[in-house]
């Protein structure tokens, strides 16, 4: 495994090189390709110019022999002279004089003059003369002109091919405008060799070449460019490398019980988790800014800021503990941006807070156990000894002040055993920070809890910040008042503290929720954010609440935490036959 480990990153190399050098070579190609059409097409399009251009030439010189009145005469002599002219007389004849000064005069490869029947009258070869024409003339002498790239007995040509009229006719263009004319007596041939159609191909050949040659350096430029600018983009990855890339993502993102986002430098999400999205409470986040979501503001300034090293941090997002951990990503000295994983602690943080307050009423109650031990003990000696009455005082005194001697305030109000052992422990905490802890005068539980673990991990979160408030109160000595009642299965309980109470949040049914909101370090004091939104997540799951009853009265008390959890006693006998 560690060899094949070594030996990935070569291949690796390999493949992006490879990746690279065929991207290359596909573009020259293309290029190529390209530049090797448009250069064909071109030259097609020059030649058939060419052509075009020659044969109409030819056109305007066999016009202008058709319609010379000498030629007319000569052609018409010809033609109804019975019998076929003889090659001897035709080479000493005026028309083939007048078809080789033509030629010599516009460079013509031939001008060929036949009689009605195709025989040629006039011909650059003299030994051609008084044969028929090789190529057909039968569009001219039905008096139609035409033009045609053919070959005969001098080569290919580009040649054009008109009507000689008998010398009587008046015509114009071809027709006839005197009666009994039109009579077609012969025909003119003019051509052009190849060599001088394409006589100016060599020029426009370069022309074409020179900027097929500039396009290609052109395209290879751009090639290394677009080569060099993919590499930048893929980091230099393959494209295997990159579908394993997302393949890989989509198992790791898919996996894992995390929350993951991902922030581009530009700080737009580009990657958001269905888990990160249910615990963030965010829909539909990819492709917008980060800082424009509806998230608490320490979340955005973690993970907006520019720190190059990872941070973390713990946070409340609605009615959550999240573990918010932000790492900054780089790829060969490029900034990725940020990935920021979102764990949940809320069942962490309640079980912690659960464990505390079961740990507190244990301590409690082992307390409680052995001083019932030492009482006992204390009772049976003085009964031994015959002091009753003594131990009668003994007896009413351990009733009015209880099992214990707590630092609670009327803690006889207060039989329960649970919260009596609870709020026992919590009083000598709360002591030894210089608070006094009272039981208010509306205490009354008659039943018996059923769910402490519930009771002890709400009240205990309620009267720690209580304890934390007063003392951070400028009221001395420093208090708390707990009032505890039961009503069927529910107990209903009550927190007020002599702090310097909490700025109005605009929702007086519920507790701040983060110590983030508009009054700043006075949420301090009442936690750290944490404890209230997980006893109001317990109540709430119990179908009760915990919602802060009043933010305090300047001169008179702080705040006062309300909680409401049913479900969590069981009613007394004698109640329960009452109902």
């Not at 009587?168 to 039109?182: I, L, M, P, R």
């Not at 539909?284 to 800021?305: A, N, Q």
């Amino acid at each position: 495994m560690i060899g094949d480990e070594a030996e990935r990153p070569g291949r690796r190399r390999g493949g992006r090189s490879s990746f690279a050098a065929q991207v290359l070579v596909l573009q020259l190609v293309v290029v190529i390709a390209v530049v090797a059409v448009c250069t064909g097409v071109f030259a097609w399009m020059s030649s058939e110019r060419l052509v075009q251009e020659a044969q109409s030439t030819a056109l305007a010189i066999a016009q202008s022999v058709a319609s010379d009145p000498d030629v007319r005469t000569a052609v018409t002599l010809e033609a109804r002279t019975p019998g076929t002219p003889t090659a001897a007389d035709l080479r000493t004849g005026p028309l083939q004089e007048l078809g080789r000064e033509v030629g010599a005069r516009t460079g013509a490869l031939f001008v060929v003059i036949t009689d009605e029947r195709g025989i040629r009258l006039a011909h650059p070869d003299p030994d051609q003369l008084g044969l028929r024409v090789s190529t057909s003339a039968e569009a001219a002498l039905a008096g139609t002109e035409s033009v045609s790239w053919e070959t005969g007995t001098l080569g290919p040509s580009a040649r054009a091919k008109v009507p000689v009229f008998a010398a009587e006719s008046s015509d114009t263009g071809g027709a006839v405008v005197s009666s009994g004319a039109g009579e077609v007596v012969g025909e003119i041939s003019v051509g052009f060799a190849p060599q001088r159609v394409f006589a100016d191909v060599v020029g426009e050949t370069m022309l074409v070449a020179g900027a097929a040659l500039l396009a290609l350096t052109i395209g290879l430029v751009a090639s290394m460019l677009i080569r060099r600018r993919l590499r930048r983009l893929t980091l230099g990855l393959g494209p295997e490398e990159l579908a394993a890339l997302v393949q890989n993502q989509a198992a790791v993102l898919g996996g894992v019980g995390e929350g993951v986002l991902g922030v581009s430098p530009d700080g737009v999400v580009t990657v958001c988790t269905d888990q990160a999205a249910r615990l963030l409470d965010i829909v539909s986040v990819v492709g917008r800014r980060f800082d424009d979501l509806d998230l608490p503001d320490p979340l955005v300034d973690l993970v907006v800021d520019d720190a190059a090293s990872p941070t973390s941090a713990q946070l409340v997002v609605g009615s959550r503990v999240l573990f918010v951990d932000v790492r900054p990503v780089s790829q060969d000295g490029v900034d990725l941006g940020r990935v920021v994983v979102v764990r949940d602690r809320t069942d962490v943080e309640a079980l912690t807070r659960r464990l505390d307050a079961v740990a507190t009423m244990t301590t409690a109650l082992r307390a409680q156990r052995h001083e019932f031990a030492n009482r006992l003990h204390a009772i049976s000696g003085l009964l031994e000894t015959g002091q009753d009455a003594e131990a009668r005082d003994y007896l009413a005194n351990v009733l009015d002040h209880g099992p214990l001697k707590y630092p609670v305030q009327h803690a006889d109000r207060l039989t329960e055993p649970y919260l009596q052992a609870f709020l026992g422990a919590k009083g000598v905490e709360a002591a030894e920070r210089g608070v006094l802890v009272t039981i208010g005068s509306e205490t009354l539980v008659t039943g018996s809890l059923c769910d402490p673990e519930d009771v002890t991990t709400v009240l205990g979160n309620l009267l720690d910040n209580a304890v934390n408030a007063a003392v951070a109160g400028r009221v001395r000595p420093a208090w708390v008042e707990v009032e505890v009642l039961d009503h069927g299965t529910e107990l209903h309980c009550s927190v007020m503290d002599s702090g310097d109470g909490v700025v109005a949040t605009g929702q007086d049914d519920a507790p701040p929720a983060s110590p983030t909101s508009d009054h700043g370090a006075l949420d301090d004091v009442h936690g750290h954010g944490f404890g209230l939104p997980l006893s109001r997540d317990i109540a709430r799951r119990r179908g009760g609440d915990v919602w802060l009853a009043s933010p305090g009265v300047r001169g008179e008390h702080g705040a006062v935490f309300c909680a409401r959890l049913p479900g969590t006693v069981v009613a007394a006998p004698s109640m329960a036959g009452d109902g």
